[in-house]
């Protein structure tokens, strides 16, 4: 069996990084389809897939199909191969539609004509170039005819092939939205490696975070790469902070985060973190708490799901097969009923003191050297 693949974003960029991403998608394509793959004019071709369903799981992926092949651009040797496959629909109008990207063959109107008059006169079909029942397509090749339905056309993820952008650090947790971001970064080439923060007695997820990270690998060649760092110790200093300066801790526990992903990023040549943050879903959400919690950020914060809203974040969810874990996710037990909406950046800092994060550095923790008291 043969699949057609079209890319589309790939096909704009110059010839020497099309070229670079081309054969990333080959690449990935063969580690991921277990077929053999081979790059066509504008398109790729993969040959006997073990998994032929990996191909609309591949990151820079427009759309792919599975194609009839002919060695021969007649159209009477298109019509023999394709006429069975005619047979078994149900159809009263059809239209062909033919692309040349070869000059060994008739030119794409006269291929319409002959290859659609030997289909009339075989169904009893008529010719509707506007709404037909039935559309099928031509490709003219050097390397011989593909022919395809419409009905067979599925949706890949789109994007650019995976692994052609740097590494990024992506927070994840056993949430909705934290996968989705992972998502989305690796969707724009990202290599990510994914990095959870275990609470430890204030609520583990770390079986959910390792059954989301194997879904997650479904879309990559090769397993994602899960850290899990124990988060319990700072949990438990949080724990005790009391009266207004518990409405914080969210801030503080955000800000912790970040600081131990960009240890990460440090530790694995990673050039940026990801976070599934969407703009007031929360109060540790709310620009002008976000503007505090990214001071510690030594790496650039990239938030994908920014701009979304909740209902929109969990029907990505459910398509991209992450929602049935996600949806067990627990509040976190520290958060406060009253957090704070807009977070004095002075008082986080002598917070953050009281809790020995400044000078006595728990594992990951620092403070970037543009803050200052207030």
């Known amino acids: 069996m043969e699949y057609l693949v079209m890319y589309g974003e790939i096909a704009v960029k110059s010839p020497s990084v099309r070229r670079h991403m081309e054969l990333l998608l080959a690449r990935n394509l063969k580690e991921q389809s277990g077929g053999q793959v081979k790059r066509l004019e504008g398109r790729l071709l993969v040959t006997d897939p073990k998994v032929p369903g990996a191909i609309g799981k591949t990151f820079g992926v427009e759309r792919w199909t599975r194609t009839l092949h002919v060695d021969s651009h007649d159209p009477e040797d298109v019509f023999t191969e394709v006429k069975d496959v005619l047979d078994d629909l149900k159809a009263r109008s059809f239209a062909v539609r033919t692309r040349r990207a070869t000059s060994d063959a008739l030119s794409s109107r006269e291929m319409n004509v002959e290859l659609g008059d030997l289909i009339r006169r075989h169904t009893g079909w008529t010719v509707d170039l506007d709404e037909p029942d039935v559309e099928i397509h031509v490709e003219l090749r050097p390397e011989g005819t593909f022919v395809y339905l419409d009905s067979w056309v599925k949706d890949g993820p789109g994007g650019l092939p995976y692994g052609s952008q740097s590494r990024v650090v992506c927070l994840v947790s056993g949430g909705i939205d934290s996968p989705v971001a992972a998502w989305y970064a690796a969707r724009r080439g990202c290599e990510v490696i994914w990095l959870h923060l275990d609470r430890g007695k204030y609520g583990s997820e770390v079986d959910a975070v390792e059954r989301l990270a194997e879904m997650f690998s479904e879309w990559l060649p090769s397993d994602v790469e ?25 801030v503080l ?38 503007s505090v919690i990214d001071r510690v950020a030594r790496f650039p914060v990239f938030r994908p799901l920014l701009g979304f809203d909740k209902n929109e974040v969990q ?16 509040p976190c037990p520290l958060a406060p009923r009253n957090p704070v909406k807009s977070a004095d950046p002075g008082k986080v800092l002598k917070l953050e003191e009281g809790l020995g994060v400044l000078h006595r550095g728990l594992r990951g923790s620092g403070v970037a050297g543009s803050e200052e008291y207030r």
Not at 228 to 247: Q, Y
Not at 278 to 284: C, L, M
């Open 315 to 330: 029907r990505l969810s459910e398509r991209l097969g992450f929602f049935e874990v996600s949806k067990e996710h627990r």
């Open 253 to 290: 526990c955000k800000r912790e985060m970040i600081r131990r992903a960009c240890d990460v990023c440090e530790n694995v040549g990673a050039v940026a973190v990801v976070m599934g943050d969407v703009i007031g879903q929360v109060a540790s959400q709310i620009p002008d708490n976000l």
């Open 226 to 250: 899960l850290l899990i760092e124990d988060f319990e110790d700072f949990m438990e200093k949080l724990e005790g902070l009391e009266g207004e300066s518990a409405r914080y801790r969210c």
